[in-house]
């Protein structure tokens, strides 16, 4: 079992900033892509942006030069920061893992998907 805890999710005004973290707990062997998703109300659920275990990253057109993702391969973490806040940052925010589980001698993939936290940006 994986299961990814969200936090950092928040009322902000437009220009603001917030961080996201996700952290991954359970009986992971490894965790390749890491990513943030977002569902705005009556929207379908969106690409923010992902990273490798590498460190490579891909950001959503409507993000970049404003948000900046991250993560910390010891600690299954990855974070979010969120600058120049726009109303239309308004969403849920999901943190998923392409996670590999290891139980006793049994190696298995699983797509994981967090909670979601909620950021919202007033005007």
């Known amino acids: 079992q994986v299961q990814l805890v969200e936090s950092g999710g928040g009322l902000v005004q437009a220009g603001g900033s917030l961080r996201l973290s996700c952290a991954a707990t359970?009986?992971?062997?490894?965790?390749?892509?890491m990513g943030w998703y977002r569902q705005a109300p009556g929207k379908q659920r969106e690409l923010v942006a992902t990273?490798?275990?590498?460190?490579?990253?891909n950001y959503a057109d409507s993000v970049k030069g404003r948000f900046t993702i991250s993560r910390d391969n010891a600690r299954n973490t990855v974070y979010l920061r969120m600058n120049s806040l726009e109303p239309e940052d308004t969403a849920v925010y999901y943190c998923?893992?392409?996670?590999?589980?290891?139980?006793?001698?049994?190696?298995?993939?699983?797509?994981?998907w967090g909670q979601g936290t909620l950021v919202t940006v007033s005007s």
């Open positions: 990273i490798t275990d590498g460190g490579s990253t």
């Open positions: 359970g009986s992971i062997f490894s965790i390749n892509a």
């Open positions: 998923k893992a392409d996670a590999v589980l290891k139980t006793l001698s049994v190696y298995t993939y699983r797509e994981v």
